[in-house]
T-cell receptor, first 115, second 114 residues
C-alpha cells in the first residue's frame, strides 16, 4: 500500500546554511510522482517541487532541490542558503501511477531557521 | 492563479449537530479533495472526487460524507459531529493523470466540536 514517512518532527538551523529533510515512501507502482509542499505560519499550504519516478535527474527549483534515491525509496528536500522565511512545516507527498487521482502525505517536518 | 475557497473559515459546532464545510474552486480541475490536519498525523485524506456527481472514500471516511454537485463545488458533511472531529480541514483541487498534478489548497477551516 502507498505510504509516506517523515521521521524528522522538527529541525532547527542557522540562517544561510543548508538543510535536508528526509522522506521515505512505499509503493508497488513502477510509476509515481513525489511532491514537497510548504505550510506557512498562516496555515497556507503551497506546492514547492516535484520529482517524477522515471527521471534520474534530481529536480531543482530556486533554492530548493531534491535528492532522489530510488533504490532506497527516498526523496529528500534540500534547502540551500536558508532564510528566516523558510521557517515552516514541510510535507512530502506521493501520487501513484500515471493516472493516479490522489496524493498521500507524510506527517510533516517543522523547520525553524534562526538568525 | 489557482484558487480554492473554503467556507466557513472557522466553525464551532455542538456535539450531535450537523456541519457542512463548503469548497469552491475556479481552476476547472476535475479532482477535488478533503483532508484533515492533526498534530502528529499530518494531512489525511477523508474523501475525494473525480468530477461532478462522484465521491470516493479516502483513508479516514468514517463519520463524514461528501457531495460534489458541480465541477466547482465540493462539500464535506458531518451528519453527527463529535469532539474527535475537531480539526483543521483543507480542501484541495488538482488534475488527474500526467506529471503536472500538484494540488492546490484552500486556506483551511478550523472546526471545533464542543
Amino acid at each position: 500500500a502507498q505510504k509516506v514517512t517523515q521521521t524528522q518532527t522538527s529541525i532547527s538551523v542557522v540562517e544561510k546554511t543548508t538543510v535536508t529533510m528526509d522522506c521515505v515512501y512505499e509503493t508497488r507502482d513502477s510509476s509515481y510522482f513525489l511532491f514537497w509542499y510548504k505550510q506557512t505560519a498562516s496555515g497556507e499550504i503551497v506546492f514547492l517541487i516535484r520529482q517524477d519516478s522515471y527521471k534520474k535527474e534530481n529536480a531543482t527549483v530556486g533554492h530548493y532541490s531534491l535528492n532522489f534515491q530510488k533504490p532506497k525509496s527516498s526523496i529528500g528536500l534540500i534547502i540551500t542558503a536558508t532564510q528566516i522565511e523558510d521557517s515552516a512545516v514541510y510535507f512530502c507527498a506521493m501520487r501513484e501511477g500515471w493516472s493516479g487521482t490522489y496524493q498521500r502525505f507524510g506527517t510533516g517536518t517543522k523547520l525553524q531557521v534562526v538568525p | 492563479e489557482a484558487a480554492v475557497t473554503q467556507s466557513p473559515r472557522n466553525k464551532v459546532a455542538v456535539t450531535g449537530g450537523k456541519v457542512t464545510l463548503s469548497c469552491n474552486q475556479t481552476n476547472n480541475h476535475n479532482n477535488m479533495y478533503w483532508y484533515r490536519q492533526d498534530t502528529g498525523h499530518g494531512l489525511r485524506l477523508i474523501h475525494y472526487s473525480y468530477g461532478a456527481g462522484s465521491t470516493e472514500k479516502g483513508d479516514i471516511p468514517d463519520g463524514y460524507k461528501a457531495s460534489r454537485p458541480s465541477q466547482e463545488n465540493f462539500s464535506l458533511i458531518l451528519e453527527l459531529a463529535t469532539p474527535s472531529q475537531t480539526s483543521v480541514y483543507f480542501c484541495a483541487s488538482g488534475w488527474t493523470g500526467g506529471a503536472n498534478t500538484e494540488v492546490f489548497f484552500g486556506k483551511g477551516t478550523r472546526l471545533t466540536v464542543v
